[in-house]
């Protein structure tokens, strides 16, 4: 027979598991440009609803019984009122938002002239490669991968550099920076946010030695300026916390780091979002 104080604790022992198999992860929504608004949308059926935004379908997740839209909010979105639509038999409907105004800090850098002043050979290698990761980061496979319940913080160390800061290279303005950097030795082992599908695996000009994973419905993620590979091909399955290679500095890299991207939607948003606390 089992003492009731040990029954009392199987019991919330019980209690827990049961509580924590059910917890799903869900990002933290913020309505800024290169953040996240999280739509209801009032689908009733088991099937996903389509949702777009801005031509671009759109995550849907499934939370207590309703259906939610995850919309990637490019960097380069005017702060405002907008509109992802939800596509039914009778029609588009809007689902309405506003995304709010956020001045992200400027950063600037000195980098090797050879990746500011591009040569042709390089600029001709940067064109070629250019839409092999914008087709990867911006796939939309239809499928729904399982969420698991908390995504994976790829690897732990010093934020280098911070997640839309505006880039200014030898003193003349760039491209905000799409991802998050995470300063780390060379070696370290990179983990895999959330389980998915190996899309391009390659060393390019800029990105270094580079992994783009798909999760499914739009969302993709890129760990660039990897030391090595592992074993993994295009096409491959990969798990949540799964190694997929090590921290260098290949590509243009002013020290061993990850860059760190999550896409929604072919938005670039905040990888830290994706993160319980942060
Ligand atoms: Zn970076």
């Known amino acids: 027979m089992l003492s009731t ?25 913020s309505r800024v440009p290169g953040g996240i608004a ?27 019984g ?32 506003s995304v709010s105004n956020k001045e992200y800090p400027a950063q600037h850098l000195d980098v090797d002239y050879e990746y500011v002043a591009l040569s042709d050979e390089d600029l001709a290698r940067y064109r070629r490669e250019l839409p092999e990761l914008r ?60 389980p998915g599908k ?3 695996k390659n060393h390019y000009f800029f990105n270094g030695k580079t992994l783009v994973i798909d999760h499914g419905q739009g969302m993709t993620s890129m760990y660039c300026h990897m030391h090595e590979f592992v074993d993994l091909q295009i096409g491959d399955r990969v798990e949540a916390g799964q190694v997929i290679g090590q921290v260098g500095t290949t590509g243009r890299s002013t020290g061993p780091h990850l860059h760190w991207t999550m896409s929604l939607n072919t938005a670039r948003v905040e990888p ?7």
């Open 5 to 29: 104080p040990r029954l009392l604790l199987i019991c919330l022992i019980l209690l827990f598991s049961a509580s924590q198999v059910q917890a799903e992860f869900w990002p933290r929504e």
């Open 38 to 64: 999280i739509l209801e949308v009032p689908q009733r059926s088991e099937a996903p609803p389509h949702v777009y935004f801005q031509e671009e379908r759109v995550y849907t997740a499934r939370k207590n």
């Open 66 to 97: 309703s259906w939610y839209a995850w919309v990637g909010i490019p960097l380069s979105q005017k702060p405002g009122d907008t509109q992802a639509y939800w596509r039914t038999r009778d029609g588009d409907l809007a689902l309405d938002f």
């Open 135 to 194: 087709g990867a980061m911006n796939h939309f496979r239809p499928v729904s991968e399982p969420l698991p319940e908390k995504v994976v913080k790829p690897l732990e160390g010093r934020y280098s550099s911070l997640f839309g800061f505006r880039r200014v290279f030898n003193g003349e303005p760039r491209n905000p920076h799409s991802g998050l950097d995470i300063a780390a030795p060379q070696g370290t082992p990179i983990q895999a946010a959330l």
């Open 198 to 200: 190996v899309v391009a």
């Open 272 to 278: 830290k979002l994706f993160l319980d606390s942060e």
